[in-house]
T-cell receptor, first 115, second 114 residues
């Protein structure tokens, strides 16, 4: 079974600075997708960024980018120019590309942004 | 489109009571699922469905039933509520079964079992 590990329960960053959230995963599959979801205090789950394992290029969405290291099974999220609105829980998630399987989530990292 | 809707937003139950959490989507999505979120545990899958009439168990299915009689609706039934089922419940849907498809989440239902 696949597992996703987020080793940082809490992180903080100064406004306008850069922060990196860590995620590692375990799988024997060769093709899969990795995701970062943001959950603000409203509880709504918001997709931040998505990466397919077959793509070498790291995904980028505005101030959010990932460092995908397939061999190391690592998938970190970098937030640049942090804003107060970035404060939230962030979840890393895995989904197989081959089977009808659900998302497997990590336990989350709570990010605080300090003004 | 309303997207994924969940009712109620908040519910208090007594131990042993039963109830149904409603989930509906108006995007004609094939795939629907239910997760529960507990502090420090992330989201864990309860049940999922790949189409009307087809359901399967996830990681934590005990104490919950589901059915999928229509594409739009995917209710979650608690047969006899227990304090361990106190949680926030999320319903999600996606167009098909492909791994990379965006899953759309509902706003969640907060359940307190006394």
């Amino acid at each position: 079974a696949q597992t996703v590990t987020q080793s940082q329960p809490e992180m903080s960053v100064q406004e306008a600075e850069t922060v990196t959230l860590s995620c590692t995963y375990d799988t024997s599959e060769s093709d899969y997708y990795l995701f970062w979801y943001k959950q603000p205090p409203s509880r709504q789950m918001i997709l931040v960024i998505r990466q397919e394992a077959y793509k070498q290029q790291n995904a980028t969405e505005n101030r959010f980018s990932v460092n995908f290291q397939k061999a190391a099974k690592s998938f970190s999220l970098k937030i640049s120019d942090s804003q107060l609105g970035d404060a939230a829980m962030y979840f890393c998630a895995y989904r197989s590309a081959f089977w009808v399987t659900p998302l497997v989530f990590g336990k989350g990292t709570r990010l605080s942004v300090i003004a | 489109n309303a997207g994924v809707t969940q009712t109620p937003k908040f519910q208090v139950l007594k131990t042993g009571q039963s109830m149904t959490l409603q989930c509906a989507q108006d995007m004609n999505h094939e795939y629907m699922s239910w997760y529960r979120q507990d502090p420090g545990m992330g989201l864990r899958l309860i049940h999922y469905s790949v189409g009307a009439g087809i359901t399967d168990q996830g990681e934590v299915p005990n104490g919950y039933n589901v059915s999928r009689s229509t594409t739009e609706d995917f209710p979650l039934r608690l047969l006899s509520a227990a304090p361990s089922q106190t949680s926030v419940y999320f319903c999600a849907s996606s167009q098909g079964r492909q791994g990379g498809e965006t899953q759309y989440f509902g706003p969640g239902t907060r359940l307190l079992v006394l």
